[in-house]
């Protein structure tokens, strides 16, 4: 199956979909500075092996492959056949996945719990209200309690959530009843947050789970206890100390880098070091000593899924999504580019270095050897936080304007659907939302979601599959690099309902929000699944029941795979644009895209055009409606002219 689905055009057209990007790619080559594509062409060719996930290095007996064609191995050393093999290598990148979104998780609870514990510097309690609606799910008595009080109870018990005394972790019972009984019926129930990562890792060591459909259960329910577990729990924390999400306009693209000021870029994940960063760019000392260096003030952007937090909560623009963040550095107009973890090219430090820009790394789990590193600690976060900010406009005085080159004006976007925000817009019920799924003016709902990969020209998967489906009259949720995506398309704002067929135009109208959400960042996924169950309660039916889909037509991260399970393990169809590693066991693919179905109720399809995924998406949501007695189209979609 072909990786790519770069259309036709010169050959940096084939590369992106944005002409920001474009323009850079560009400068690049004209400069001589490498980037992402550079070294994927290096690659090749990959490695079948690997692609096909039939290699395997996890003892010292090997490495081992076997071979795809049947002549040579078909066992490595220890007589793992390729479904072990693939099994074991998809069971790693799960827990991979979910132990990245969960440590996340556990960072923010750390400092939760420290703010409950008054020895933090730079954090509130924003939203008390979620707080002691959190503190009653979890059955902490608030009354008559002071906020740090309850916080320091709920973050107590939301620390057993990541060990092993739970039988059951506490947001599970967010699912609705069928949902939570499947899973108990199929063991696969998520326990401790650690401990199914733990135990995955355990599992595929030589010598332990020799059965693949074993393996792949295991597999669910370690990508369960992210959804459910290490990423809600990142989500709701992140919602109490610094503010839950309400829609916002903000702007994208690298037009929002302002080359009259100190350009500062919060790059990677964690809103626990952004939050405070912005606070202290806000410093009235050093807004004047940017001034006295010549610039007219500080100006943050966002790049990635810090980007999405800063943006849906403050406003704050975006740079762009994952390709983007070396091609920033390229603009020459970037004093400072701040880290924190997870998806950060150690290449950012080398483009980095052809100009003045600082890379300023935070976190002691990721450090990028030749970046400064400025080691946080949310004990004395605001004094952090200003050291870095003064060092981004220390570097300003360093620019180069000769070189400063900002392609393209800033697109604006509407950010900032958390399931509340959704919920208050539709009058504090579903309700609305389910009439207008009844009626069939929306058919559905799909969370387009994932990163890019250079595999795929850059946004062209997520802006056309978005666009086929709107079109089709489906509601698009869109988190992560996808919404930025989106967000660039100009498929962001309540105008864009004009780019929807009739029934979603009509509704997205009567509520002026756009056609595609942005609910946030990849944690922020599981406010996809609050939202779909509590559809599933209101109408008493269990969330594979329901005209919901996946889709993560540019995906490359593990944390992606670990997303993609918990939407299937939850019982959501899934369209992924590039293919896994698991080719190379046809009994894998087999349990994946077509036995999980009568496991779950749900499965997933590989598909890499965006058109053909959006055609895929259509005639499942129009089953679920025929299942669930609603009027459904039996021709499947109405595909548009072409966007
Ligand atoms: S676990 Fe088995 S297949 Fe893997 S490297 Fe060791 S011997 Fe080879
Ligand atoms: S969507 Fe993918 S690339 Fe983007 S921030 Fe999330 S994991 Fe990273």
């Known amino acids: 199956m072909a990786q790519g689905t770069a259309v036709m055009g010169t050959d940096i057209e084939r590369l992106s979909l944005n002409q920001d990007a474009r323009a850079m790619i560009a400068r690049a080559r004209e400069e001589g500075i490498e980037t992402v594509w550079d070294r994927l062409a290096a690659q090749q060719p990959q490695c079948g092996y690997c692609a096909l996930g039939i290699s395997c290095r996890n003892c010292s007996m090997g490495p081992c492959r076997v071979d795809p ?34 440590d996340h998780g556990r960072d923010i609870l750390e400092v939760f719990a420290e703010l409950a514990g008054g020895v933090t510097e730079g954090y509130a309690i924003r939203d008390e209200a979620k707080l002691r609606a959190l503190a009653e799910e979890w059955g902490v008595e608030s009354d008559g309690l002071e906020p740090a009080e309850i916080a320091q109870e709920l973050a107590d018990l939301m620390m057993e959530d990541y060990g092993t005394r739970r039988s059951r972790l506490g947001f599970a019972a967010r699912a609705p009843q069928q949902r939570t009984e499947l899973w108990d019926k199929l063991g696969i129930t998520p326990r401790g947050i650690d ?49 839950t999400p309400q829609p916002v306009v903000s702007k994208v693209n690298l037009g929002v880098l302002k080359p009259e000021c100190v350009n500062i870029a919060l790059h990677g994940h964690n809103p626990v070091l952004s939050d405070v960063i912005l606070q202290a760019s806000a410093d009235p000392e050093l ?108 570097a300003y005085a360093n620019r180069n304007p000769e070189r400063v080159r900002i392609p393209d004006e800033a697109v604006e976007m509407m950010a900032g659907f958390s399931v509340e925000a959704i919920l208050g817009a539709l009058g504090g019920t579903p309700e609305p939302l389910v009439e207008a799924i009844k009626a069939g003016k929306i058919r559905g709902a799909v969370g387009v979601v994932g990163c890019n990969n250079p595999k795929v020209q850059q946004d062209y998967g997520h802006v056309r599959l978005t666009q086929r489906l709107i079109e ?62 509590a559809l599933a309660k209101f109408l008493g039916v269990d969330i594979s029941q329901l005209p919901l889909a996946g889709a993560a037509p540019e995906w490359y991260s593990e944390k992606a795979v670990s997303i993609g399970t918990y939407v299937v393990a939850s019982g959501i169809f899934t369209v992924l644009g590039v293919q896994p590693a698991i080719f190379g066991s046809r009994n894998v693919v087999k349990l994946l895209a077509e036995g999980l179905d009568d496991v779950v109720g749900a499965k997933f399809a590989v598909e890499a055009d965006p058109e053909k995924a959006a055609a895929l998406i259509c005639r499942h949501i129009e089953a679920k409606r025929e299942a669930l007695g609603l009027e459904h189209r039996d021709r499947g979609p109405v595909l548009a002219s072409a966007a």
């Open 195 to 243: 401990r199914e990562s733990v135990e995955m890792l355990h599992r595929t060591h030589m010598g332990v789970d020799n059965d693949y459909v074993n393996t792949l259960l295991h597999g669910l329910r370690t990508s369960l206890s992210d959804g459910w577990g290490g990423s809600m729990i990142a989500t709701e924390l992140s919602d109490v100390m610094f503010g």
């Open 472 to 533: 089709n009259d489906i509601l698009v949720l869109v988190t992560g690099c996808s919404a930025i995506a989106n967000g660039k398309a100009g498929q962001m704002m309540p105008a864009s309902a004009k780019l929807a067929g009739p029934g979603l135009r009509e509704v997205c109208e009567s509520l002026g929000i756009p056609p595609v959400l942005h609910m946030g960042s990849c944690v922020d996924n599981v406010r996809i699944l609050v939202l779909a169950a």
């Open 287 to 394: 807004v004047q000593l940017a001034k006295e260096k010549g610039a007219a003030g500080i100006n943050l952007v966002g790049l990635c899924c810090t980007g999405n937090e800063l943006q849906m909560r403050k406003g704050i623009p975006m740079a762009g999504n994952h390709l983007m963040q070396e091609l920033v550095l390229l603009t020459g107009a970037l004093d400072a580019m701040i880290v924190d973890y997870q998806c950060i090219m150690p290449s950012v430090v080398d483009v980095a270095k052809c100009f003045h820009t600082v890379i300023i790394s935070t976190a002691d789990k990721a450090k990028f050897t030749g970046a400064t590193h400025i080691s946080f600690d949310p004990h004395r976060a605001l004094a952090i936080g200003k050291d870095i900010v003064r060092r981004g406009v220390e």
């Open 69 to 102: 064609f049947g002549e040579g191995p078909q066992k490595g050393v220890c007589g793992a056949d390729a479904d072990v093999i693939v099994a074991r290598n998809l069971g790693r990148t799960i827990a991979a996945g979910a132990s990245a979104h969960s």
